[in-house]
T-cell receptor, first 114, second 110 residues
Framework: EPEVTQTPSHQVTQMGQEVILRCVPI?????FYWYRQILGQKVEFLVS????????KSEIFDDQFSVERPDGSNFTLKIRSTKLEDSAMYFC????????????FGPGTRLTVL | GESVGLHLPTLSVQEGDNSIINCAYS??????FIWYKQESGKGPQFIID?????DKRQGQRVTVLLNKTVKHLSLQIAATQPGDSADYFC?????????FGAGTTVTVRA
């Protein structure tokens, strides 16, 4: 069964450093998403991406964040200058098409900012 | 404003009993709702969904009920098993994003 994959599974970085989290969505999916989950809290929407552009973003997704689909398979989330409060699980998700399709989630990347 | 919230943060259930997890939402414009299960260290896993033009949908051992009048969503799990122990989140679709509720932790007692 096709699945969303994410790398790395765990990323440790120093405050102020840039990180890139990588995702490979399911191949025939058209919509891509990033979410984060701070330990013990609910999953929070960050950004959605469709047709090579951001379709919606939350207030969390400020200028320090960017997304890119550099080729036909990868979808990346970049945090330019990490802060301690960026420590969280980051989940990538993809969806086949609108309007009523489930989003398939990857296993997540645990980001720890020291 | 839009929000999705859960009535009970934790639920302890005897193995074999039925579980009911509740969720309230406030955005009447939401037209698609999903229940996700999340096990420790893993991403959310789809359980069942329902569109706003329906009030009930059944899957294997799970049933989702939607009451649009009171903006309430519930997940019923029949004959709860140890493998059902996890966090459960309801989510609503508004625009391009999913808005998740706070989550309920279900613990199954043997």
């Amino acid at each position: 069964e096709p699945e969303v994959t994410q790398t790395p599974s765990h990323q440790v970085t120093q405050m102020g450093q840039e990180v890139i989290l990588r995702c490979v969505p399911i191949s025939n999916h058209l919509y891509f998403y990033w979410y984060r989950q701070i330990l013990g809290q609910k999953v929070e929407f960050l950004v959605s991406f469709y047709n090579n552009e951001i379709s919606e973003k939350s207030e969390i997704f400020d200028d320090q964040f960017s997304v890119e689909r550099p080729d036909g398979s990868n979808f990346t989330l970049k945090i330019r200058s990490t802060k301690l409060e960026d420590s969280a699980m980051y989940f990538c998700a993809s969806k086949e098409a609108d309007p009523y399709n489930e989003q398939f989630f990857g296993p997540g990347t645990r980001l720890t900012v020291l | 404003g839009e929000s999705v919230g859960l009535h009970l943060p934790t639920l302890s259930v005897q193995e074999g009993d039925n579980s009911i997890i509740n969720c309230a939402y406030s955005n009447s414009a939401s037209d698609y709702f999903i229940w996700y299960k999340q096990e420790s260290g893993k991403g959310p896993q789809f359980i069942i969904d329902i569109r706003s033009n329906m009030d009930k949908r059944q899957g294997q051992r799970v049933t989702v009920l939607l009451n649009k009048t009171v903006k309430h969503l519930s997940l019923q799990i029949a004959a709860t098993q140890p493998g059902d122990s996890a966090d459960y989140f309801c989510a609503e679709t508004f625009g391009y994003k999913l808005s998740f509720g706070a989550g309920t932790t279900v613990t199954v007692r043997a």
